[in-house]
């Protein structure tokens, strides 16, 4: 299956979600890359990685955009030429883009036992309890989330997950929380939002300032 869905965030947020199902040579085909494209992706070691760079190249597309208009930084984060803010995330067999007028963060992840397990080395430990096996790997999949995002959204070297970014208890059904990053004497709030796509856990981070305008 191609594109799964267009969600409208807010009157100025649109994601794009793509389920990977083609094979490499039909992704590869249907989208035109520049130079340092085709050579990042030449040196990309798991097809799977190569199908999910490619996928996004198709999102793009659906938005209006190629991959001409895209370029990274020196940190590896995206931007698009025409000043729209970008955010990119894969994860086996989706992936996934949000553009804004604002700043974004986005982060996709499958829900697995193994964040469970090291859930005490990145989020508070008490926003897990009264809840079941399956909710506490939803939740803690939604925090790492939340912490990928926000690192995603302030790009500096030095954020560490544990230490920088915390989230403000939620609830699974809420699809809504706050955080906040701590670092270099200043604290920045953050506005997330968060939803289930089959075995997945979609994050959207904003700076809280920026749902004010
Ligand atoms: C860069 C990072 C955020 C990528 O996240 P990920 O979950 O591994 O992978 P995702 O698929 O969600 O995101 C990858 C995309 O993020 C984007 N990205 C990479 N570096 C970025 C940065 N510095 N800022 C914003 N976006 C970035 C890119 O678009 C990339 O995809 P592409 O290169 O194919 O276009 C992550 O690897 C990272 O460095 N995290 C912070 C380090 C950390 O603290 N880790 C945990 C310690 S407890």
Redesign the pocket.
């Known amino acids: 299956m191609p594109l799964l869905k267009i969600i409208a965030l807010n009157d100025f947020t649109k994601v794009f979600v793509w389920k990977i199902t083609e094979t490499f040579e039909e992704l590869f085909h249907s989208v035109p890359l520049n130079e340092v494209s085709i050579a990042?992706l030449n040196t990309m070691k798991s097809e799977a990685?190569q199908k999910?760079?490619l996928s996004?190249r198709r999102l793009l597309m659906e938005a209006g955009y190629t991959d001409f208009d895209?370029y990274?930084?020196e940190?590896?984060?995206?931007h698009l030429k025409d000043g729209k803010h970008?955010?990119?995330?894969?994860?086996h067999d989706f992936?996934a883009i949000t553009i804004s007028d604002v700043i974004i963060?986005?982060?996709?992840?499958i829900r697995k036992e193994k964040t469970l397990k090291i859930a005490p080395?990145?989020m508070e430990i008490s926003h897990l309890e009264n809840l079941s096996h399956d909710e506490q790997i939803q939740k803690a999949t939604v925090v790492w989330g939340i912490?990928?995002a926000v690192?995603?959204?302030?790009?500096e070297k030095g954020?560490?997950?544990?230490d920088h970014i915390f989230e403000h208890d939620f609830s699974l059904t809420d699809k809504n929380c706050t955080a906040e990053l701590r670092f270099n004497k200043t604290v920045e709030y953050f506005d997330i939002l968060f939803d289930f796509i089959e075995e997945y856990v979609f994050v959207c981070a904003f700076n809280s300032v920026s749902l004010e305008k």
């Open positions: 990042r990685h999910g760079f996004v895209l990274y930084d940190f590896g984060k995206p970008i955010s990119i995330s894969h994860s992936s963060g986005i982060d996709l992840e080395r990145f912490k990928e690192f995603k959204i302030k790009n954020i560490s997950f544990p």
